[in-house]
C-alpha cells in the first residue's frame, strides 16, 4: 500500500475511533480528565503532518473525507449532535491552522515542523472541541479539567508519534 494512502487511512481511522468515544471520560491523577477518544486523537496531528510530503491538496483532501466520514459515521451511530457538529468544526478549523503553520515551517527540520504546527492546531482543537461540545453539559470545573487534561495528552502522544518517522527512532541512521 501506498505510504500516503496508509497514513490518510490511519488518520481517518484514529479521528473516527477518537469522536465515537469522545464523550467517555477518564480523570487524570491529582488534576484534570481526558476523553477515552484523545488517546488515539492525539496520534493524528502528528500523523497528518507526515502527509504533506504528498502536497497540500492530499492533506485537505484527507481533512474533507475525515471530516465527513466523522459527520456519517456519528450520525448514524446516534452520537450527540453536539458532538457531531464539535468535531466537524475542530476538524476543519484546526487542521486547517496546522496544515498552514506545517507548509510555512516546510524549510525547517521535522522536528521543528511538528512542534511548531501543534502549538497552534493542539489548543485551537481542545477549546473549539471541548467548548461546543461539552459547554452547559459538563461543570466549569470540569471544563477546565478536560481542557487541561486533553491538552496535555494530545502534546505528550504527538511528541512520541514524532519522534518516530519512517519506522525508524529519528536519532537512528538510515
Do not use: C
Request: no cysteine; aromatic share 12%; charged share 15%.
Amino acid at each position: 500500500m501506498n505510504k500516503h494512502l496508509l497514513n490518510s487511512t490511519l488518520y481517518g481511522l484514529a479521528t473516527l475511533t477518537a469522536n465515537y468515544t469522545a464523550a467517555w471520560f477518564i480523570p487524570l491523577p491529582g488534576f484534570g480528565q481526558v476523553a477515552v477518544g484523545t488517546f488515539v486523537f492525539g496520534l493524528t496531528f502528528t500523523q497528518r503532518d507526515r502527509l504533506h510530503e504528498a502536497g497540500r491538496l492530499w492533506v485537505y483532501g484527507t481533512i474533507a473525507i475525515s471530516a465527513l466520514a466523522n459527520l456519517l459515521m456519528s450520525a448514524s451511530l446516534g452520537v450527540p449532535l453536539r458532538i457531531i457538529l464539535a468535531s466537524f468544526l475542530a476538524i476543519l478549523l484546526a487542521e486547517t491552522a496546522d496544515t498552514e503553520v506545517y507548509q510555512r515551517l516546510l524549510r525547517y527540520p521535522w522536528l521543528v515542523r511538528v512542534a511548531g504546527s501543534n502549538a497552534i492546531s493542539i489548543p485551537l482543537d481542545t477549546l473549539l472541541f471541548t467548548l461546543i461540545a461539552f459547554a452547559g453539559v459538563l461543570s466549569r470545573g470540569e471544563l477546565i479539567a478536560l481542557l487541561f487534561g486533553e491538552t496535555l495528552l494530545k502534546y505528550s502522544i504527538g511528541a512520541l508519534v514524532a519522534v518516530r518517522k519512517e519506522g525508524k527512532w529519528i536519532w537512528q541512521r538510515a
